[in-house]
């Protein structure tokens, strides 16, 4: 097994995604602070963010049409974004539903550990100047 290193590199990337609820891309992690640590490249930010996610330290997110996402909860929980101005968020309001995997489980034959739902829609304002 090989041992991770905890550099302050990993250690920045790690804490600023679990410090935002803004579901950040490797990007935006990256311009959150580069002015901390200049050398920083965004390759090293993206290789990390990566190992992190395979590690289960943070959740990676897939989005249609869009650069994924990371999120520092990892408690079960849904998201939901907006597909006009791509607002994403958290939907702790919504029940996580085991029953779910348990169906997911009888139907494919796996053993099913979790499963993640995003929600695709209009928010708000973008629902709003829709109608104007």
Known sequence: MIKERNTKQKMLILE???SVCTHPTAEQVYEMI????PGLSLGTVYRNLNRMAELGQLRRI???????RFDGNMSPH???CCVECGEFGD???LKYDEALDTMAEKKSGYKIIKHET???????????NLKN
């Open 118 to 128: 995003v929600f695709y829609g209009l928010c708000k304002n973008c629902k709003t």
């Open 34 to 37: 580069s002015g901390e640590m």
């Open 62 to 68: 897939s989005v249609t049409n869009s650069p994924d």
């Open 16 to 18: 600023t995604v679990r």
């Open 91 to 93: 939907r702790f309001d």
């Open 78 to 80: 849904h998201h939901i």
